[in-house]
């Protein structure tokens, strides 16, 4: 069973840069990892997403913006968020995927605000 466990959320002013990681317990070299998040109040909303040979997509509201990424040797995988908006604050869940199975994390806060 695939455990994951978020890190690096914070409280950091606008403009500013949060990195979060994503540690898996097993082997996702063959799944697809994404990124979402949910402020209260809101639907959990899809961030960024990457396959397992590194082709990434993501949500208008972060492109440009946001870089999503993984290490399979490591069994990690990153969102490294630039420019940094008050509207970003939410809980940030990472999720790995395949056809069958879906793997959550527990979530990490992130925080904008001056």
């Known amino acids: 069973q695939v455990q994951l466990v978020e890190s690096g959320g914070g409280l950091v002013q606008p403009g500013g840069s949060l990195r979060l990681s994503c540690a898996a317990s097993?082997?996702?070299?063959?799944?697809?990892m994404g990124w979402y998040r949910q402020a209260p109040g809101k639907q959990r909303e899809w961030v960024a997403s990457?396959?397992?040979?590194?082709?990434?997509n993501y949500a208008d509201s972060v492109k440009g913006r946001f870089t999503i990424s993984r290490d399979n040797a490591k069994n990690t995988g990153y969102l490294q968020m630039d420019n940094l908006v008050p509207e970003d604050t939410a809980v940030y869940y990472c999720?790995?995927?395949?056809?069958?199975?879906?793997?959550w994390g527990q979530g990490t806060q992130v925080t904008v605000s001056s």
């Open positions: 097993g082997s996702i070299g063959n799944l697809n």
């Open positions: 999720k790995v995927f395949g056809s069958i199975y879906d793997y």
């Open positions: 990457i396959s397992p040979f590194g082709w990434t």
